[in-house]
């Protein structure tokens, strides 16, 4: 009994915040009872949110804003009453934006992955969407124009194949989706590397009204452009500003296959299904030198270190080294089938070679005399036979910590090989990707190797009118973005030499250059 009285002592005795709370209303008594009322409202005010709380939770679900405010900034007896009341209303101000945002957000239609797409959005979202306009003969090589509605962001949702403008005069558009090639929706993805942002078209030249088999930029060229179409005309092209056609070369009488600029960009040198090699001085716009085969002529192109060496591969299964000087045959080798595609390494010494059954050569070549020799003969992909239409060099990869080739097939496979230079060029898969069978030569390219993680970015040409990049490392959904503007099966695919421009040409003759997003 005696405990229980002595409880019930220590528990009626003030305690030392009371007792200080009591010393400072007998200083200033005024400031008191002001505070006694704040809290006498806050009490009431909380117990009136508690309630309507539960009101609009049984209701809609939806959480008050005001009740939002006061549950993450607390009134404390020590409070700051004037600090408080501040982030209350700041608190309350962004709570009740962002319920009106979801509603808004709801009455349209939109989803989740929508809203949160624009909550994530980037801080310069604005600049970073350009609409271009229908291409017209008369407006070849113009500047794209205004900036696109601020809602195109926000549609990548929903994006079909540019097949279903075919015929139409709809605007052009570029966008940045995320979609699978399997994948029917779009699905969110992680943020775009840099090596496959884009923020929409720099230019556009259609002029042509056949097939452009094949776009490049010039050696160590940001702004010379030159393509080569069906009807054998090869045109050269400035895009810096303002874009505009500077040369026209007519001479082939067929397709050309495929061109090579010197390391100088004085001259160009072509190949043709008209069974010859053309060599051509693009300020004089003439054709200075013609060597005549008795095949098509499939691929050509310069000796990395000596210029004077002119490679190329024909029908007739010979890679041939013509002296550039006289244009006359100073080498040959003979390989098991029609050479359709080559690639130098940057020494020089070895040349990748691929034939129409689909198989990589690798030939040793002596830089002083030209002597060819071969040293490798590699077979990887299916089981059909399919000539082989893109071979690309790169002296370094991040995946395999060393010099690298792609090779792509006219049957949708795409192969990712290292390097051996050690061991003459000899190749060893590392990744591939299998993709739809191709009609056309269609062309794919190394990304800008830019991005920091350990993926092996590609961008191709497809059928279906679009440019699609991939990452071949990745088990699924390996196309991480696609570009959309071509109404006919894009073909060409180029890089300039600062990477910030991607040069794309279709069967219908468009060429449309891509500006690149800028990296921090």
């Known amino acids: 009994m005696a405990a229980e009285e002595e409880t019930v002592d220590k528990s009626l005795k003030p305690t030392e915040e009371e007792e200080v709370q009591k010393e400072r209303a007998k200083a200033n008594p005024a400031a008191a009872e002001e505070s006694r009322d704040i809290l006498n409202f806050s009490a009431e005010k909380q117990g009136e949110l508690d309630l309507r709380r539960e009101d609009e939770m049984e209701n809609n679900g939806e959480v008050d804003p005001e009740l939002f405010s006061c549950l993450l900034q607390p009134l404390n007896a020590d409070s700051d009453l004037e600090y408080v009341g501040i982030r209350r209303m700041l608190l309350h101000r962004k709570a009740k934006s962002g319920l009106y945002r ?16 624009y909550i994530s959005r980037p801080r310069n979202w604005e600049s970073l969407l350009i609409q271009s ?10 500047w794209i124009g205004s900036p696109a509605s601020l809602s195109v962001l926000f549609e990548v949702d929903s994006l079909g194949s540019s097949r279903d403008l075919r015929g139409s005069n709809q605007a052009r558009t570029s966008f940045s989706s995320t979609a ?9 993805s992680r943020k775009v590397e840099p090596a496959y942002a884009f923020i ?8 042509c009204k056949v097939s452009v088999t094949i776009v490049k930029f010039g ?5 010379l452009l030159a393509y080569g179409a069906s009807d054998g005309s090869l045109t050269v092209c400035t895009v810096s500003d303002p874009p505009a056609i500077s040369k026209q070369l007519r001479g082939h009488s067929r397709d050309v296959t495929d061109f090579d600029f010197t390391s100088n960009n004085q001259y160009i040198a072509s190949s043709s299904l008209d069974k010859t090699v053309r060599v051509w001085d693009i300020s004089k716009r003439i054709c200075i030198r013609v060597m005549y085969g008795v095949s098509s002529q499939w691929c050509i192109r310069f000796h990395p270190v000596n210029n004077n060496f002119l490679t190329v591969g024909n029908a007739n299964k010979e890679m041939n080294v013509y002296n550039f000087s006289t ?10 089938d029609e050479v359709t595609a080559m690639d130098y390494d940057h020494t020089g010494q070895l040349i990748f070679c691929g034939d129409a059954q689909g198989c990589i050569y690798t030939v040793r070549v002596d830089s002083r005399t030209a002597t060819l020799s071969r040293s ?3 077979r990887y992909g299916s089981k059909h036979k399919s000539p082989v239409t893109i071979l690309q060099y790169r002296t370094f990869s991040l995946l395999a910590r060393g010099p690298v080739l792609l090779s792509c097939t006219q049957d949708g496979s795409l192969s990712f090989f290292s390097v051996a230079l050690e061991v003459n060029g000899y190749l060893t898969l590392r990744c591939s990707l299998k993709l739809t069978p191709r009609v056309h030569r269609i062309h794919a390219s190394f990304c800008p190797l830019l991005s920091l993680e350990k993926g092996e970015y590609i961008v191709a040409g497809s059928e279906d009118s679009n440019v699609y990049f991939y990452d071949l490392t990745r088990p699924r959904h390996t196309c991480v973005n696609k570009l959309q503007g071509h109404s006919s099966p894009v073909i060409g695919i180029a890089w300039n030499h ?4 991607l040069a794309s040409s279709d069967s219908d003759g468009t060429v449309i250059v891509w500006k690149r997003a800028k990296t921090s």
């Open 200 to 207: 929409g078209m720099h230019c556009i030249f259609d002029q």
């Open 102 to 117: 979801r509603k808004d957000w709801r009455c349209n239609g939109k989803g989740y992955v929508a809203y949160r797409n």
């Open 133 to 142: 306009h229908s291409s017209t003969p008369n407006q070849s090589g113009r």
């Open 498 to 501: 600062g990477e910030n421009l």
């Open 219 to 223: 050696h160590m060229s940001s702004d």
């Open 180 to 188: 699978s090639d399997g994948d029917r929706f779009t699905k969110p």
């Open 376 to 378: 490798h003969r590699n």
């Open 327 to 336: 244009g006359r045959m100073i080498n040959k080798t003979v390989l098991d």
